[in-house]
């Protein structure tokens, strides 16, 4: 796999950018693989690529029935952070912030990490309370967190609504300094393209259509392109994970919803920090292109239309004017949809299920992105040694009929409802 | 916009509803045993089709009537409303 690097840019340049390698393979599938992953999204990538980084195991193949990282990875609002308050949540985003910081390096393609920080903005008293206790959990995991009264908050976004008389007053916020954003396709591209170069087959435009199952063991699948045997298989779908769980007649703790973003037109630096509102659900970033990165709440309903309706958008607008008011001066640029597995607790599943050789990766409501690296990572440690690693052994199936659920947000079992 | 049609006041915006979820869902009955599985399958187990789905709504910002819509989560389509006691 030719590197890339300044020289290598500077060669290429010389011949017009003609000539580059192609950064991954598009072959057939083979009959038979030791691990087969369905998802070519960031999970389903990074899970590829640490199979064989980690375990070498490299006879393994990535299925797409549309094109990589055109899901969720491609989706959504770029933010990295690991500012949970519950153990489970925080230990393993940490575990994901130290992989996200060198994935640069490691996978040799620029993923333009830039922890520029987050701010959760507080409104209450009660609200600066709960960010304490919340600030407080997230040092003792490890994770830098810092609380933020009105004064410091107005240094670092001054362009924030801090007029007396408004219906929710900026009372301060809680920080997490090393958080940030990443540019999510290279996410994605630059997972697939070293998985590729260690051995693993990407097959696009490669739908998933039944399961062979025989006494409760996996022995592979149907696919659009031809029957594959496969030793182990890992679901990584997000959204499409009913669809699957179907065929195998699975029932699952999971609905599927429809969750917006959108983008202004490109402005002049004005916001350097990722900052949410609090009395409500809205989130702000400014990309290097200069485009405000919106989005907040689901649009409420059971959907897999990966667009949404204007109600909603208005609805999270609304509250981004009232953080920031010169919002209501921008164009919209785009605006698209993603579709959420949102789990009953919040929180995601990476487990093994009750067909042997059969593994689950979903449940990732809000946060699939952050998670893309521990999520690749952990799920790679389930599959290659058939148990969870310690940081996903909370993440399991049973917890919803053993009570033992990570409900973050105290939301209990309709994380749909906003 | 969805526009759902309100069994009691007629074709409104979704904009007056709240959405209540999967309307298949059977609470276990009352007074009975009910086992760990039956309670998992009525508070978190989940079908989600990608298609048809029979859903609740509530009518919140106009009669407050719980009712049913047959809806496509894959198109959106509202095919049909109910009274919440129908069907």
């Known amino acids: 796999m030719q590197k890339y690097s300044v020289f290598s840019l500077i060669k290429n340049a010389l011949s017009n950018h003609e000539n580059w390698e192609i950064a991954w393979k598009d072959p057939t599938p083979k009959s038979e693989y030791d691990v087969v992953i369905i998802g070519g999204g960031g999970h389903g990538l ?34 990295i952070r690991s500012n949970y308050m519950h153990d489970e949540n925080g230990l393993f985003s940490e575990f994901g912030m130290d992989l996200w910081r060198n994935m640069s390096q490691d996978l040799n393609f620029n993923i333009m990490f830039s922890p520029r920080g987050i701010i959760n903005l507080a409104h209450s008293d009660a609200q600066m309370n709960a960010y304490s206790r919340r600030g407080n959990s997230m040092r003792l995991n490890g994770i830098d967190a810092v609380l933020l009264n009105r004064e410091e908050v107005k240094k670092l976004i001054p362009m924030a609504d801090f007029s007396e008389n408004v219906r929710f007053p900026i009372f301060g916020g809680l920080m997490q300094p090393s958080a940030g954003t990443a540019r999510h396709d290279a996410v994605a591209w630059g997972y697939a393209r070293q998985a590729d170069s260690m051995g693993v087959d990407i097959i696009q435009h490669c739908e998933v259509t039944g399961f062979d199952v025989v006494n409760g063991k ?20 997000a959204g499409s994970t009913n669809i699957l769980a179907e065929k195998l007649n699975m029932t ?21 920090q990722v900052v949410t509102f609090g009395a409500g659900h809205f989130y702000c970033s400014q990309s290097d292109k200069g485009e405000m990165v919106m989005g907040g709440d689901l649009d409420g309903y059971n959907s897999y239309a990966q667009r949404g309706n204007l109600p909603t958008l208005q609805h999270v607008l609304t509250e981004g004017i009232a953080m920031f008011p010169f919002l209501s001066k921008l164009k919209m640029l785009r605006t698209w949809g993603g579709i959420m597995d949102m789990s009953m607790d919040g929180s995601p599943i990476i487990d093994k299920t009750h067909i042997e050789g059969l593994y689950l990766n979903c449940g990732w409501c809000y946060g699939g992105f952050k998670a893309t690296p521990a999520s690749g990572w952990t799920f790679a ?25 990570i409900d973050e947000k105290g939301l209990g079992t309709k994380t749909w409802i906003s | 916009m969805l526009y759902i049609k309100c069994p009691y006041c007629g074709l409104r915006s979704q904009n007056e509803f709240s959405y209540g979820g999967d309307a298949t869902v059977k609470r276990p009955e009352l007074n009975k045993e009910v086992s760990d599985q039956d309670w998992d399958n009525f508070v978190y187990l989940r079908k989600s089709p990608r298609g048809k789905h029979l859903e609740l709504w509530q009518h919140i910002s106009g009669c407050r009537q719980w009712i049913k819509v047959e809806r496509d989560t894959l198109t959106h389509e509202i095919h049909q409303t109910f009274k919440a006691n129908e069907i």
């Open chain 1, 46 to 79: 990074a899970t590829a690529y640490y199979l064989a980084k980690e375990h070498n195991i490299t006879n393994v193949a990535v299925i797409e029935k549309g094109w990589i990282g055109g899901g969720n990875v491609g989706r959504n609002t770029t933010i």
């Open chain 1, 218 to 237: 996996i022995k592979g699948l149907q696919t659009s392109r031809g029957n594959i045997k496969a030793k182990k298989i890992g679901l990584c779908v």
């Open chain 1, 252 to 272: 699952l703790p999971i609905e599927t919803h429809l969750l917006q973003a959108c983008v202004s037109e490109p402005i002049k630096p004005i916001l350097d």
């Open chain 1, 381 to 405: 440690h389930t599959i290659a040694q058939d148990r969870p690693h310690d940081l996903n052994a909370g993440y399991n199936l049973n917890r919803f009929s053993t009570g033992h659920l």
